[in-house]
Structure formats: C-alpha cells, structure tokens
C-alpha cells in the first residue's frame, strides 16, 4: 500500500509561483511512475506532469510545459512540483497520484488534494 500527501496549495496572483509537495508512505516501486493531475468542477482530471521514480525522467502536458518543474527525492519519498508563470487557467485542485501512464485510469494510489487558485 502506498499513501500520498499533497500540501502547498494556496491563493497567488497571475505570474506568481507556487510548489506543491508529495509525501508518500509506503514502498513505490521502481517501475512507477509518480503523476500531477488537476481538476476543476464539471471537468474531468486531467494529466498535469509524472516523473519515473527510477529514473528521474519527466513528462508534462503542452499547457505546463516550460513552466512546471516536477521532481523527486527518493531517499525521502517525496515530490515536488514547482510551477511558475501561474495563469488563471491553472486553478484546480492537485493531485499526486502513483501508477502509470498518463490517463488517470491507470494510476491505483492517490492523495486528497490540494486546491490551487490563481487570481487574474
């Protein structure tokens, strides 16, 4: 069993920046792949950026990327998403999550959230 914490959501301004972090228990396998997902009310969750956890390599959805950095430290099971140049667009509530692949189907372990609100 694997069980995530997310934490450092929070209100900023357009332009401004915020990190949100990760706190897993529990063992993540090598082969996993730790994933952001946001969702707004009415709309489905949807693929923000993953890291494999072995490797260290990253993906991000086109509307993020270059603006959003997603890291992690294995020795202490923890991840980060640092993201800049926040736009209104961008508030939702964040997930982290624990599985594979990029739909959120496939991804088995989840946090409860942190609510994100970017301000025009």
């Known amino acids: 069993q694997v069980q995530l914490v997310e934490s450092g959501g929070g209100l900023v301004q357009a332009g401004g920046s915020l990190r949100l972090s990760c706190a897993a228990s529990g063992r993540i396998f090598g082969n996993f792949a730790m994933g952001w997902f946001r969702q707004t009310p009415g709309k489905e969750r949807e693929f923000v950026a993953r890291?494999?956890?072995?490797?260290?390599?990253?993906e991000y959805a086109d509307s993020v990327k270059g603006r959003f950095t997603n890291s992690r430290d294995t020795a202490k099971n923890t991840m980060s998403l640092q993201m800049n140049s926040l736009k209104p667009e961008d508030t939702a509530v964040y997930y982290c999550a624990a599985g594979s692949g990029y739909d959120p189907r496939g991804y088995s372990y989840w946090g409860q959230g942190t609510q994100v609100t970017v301000s025009s």
């Open positions: 890291i494999n956890w072995s490797a260290g390599t990253t």
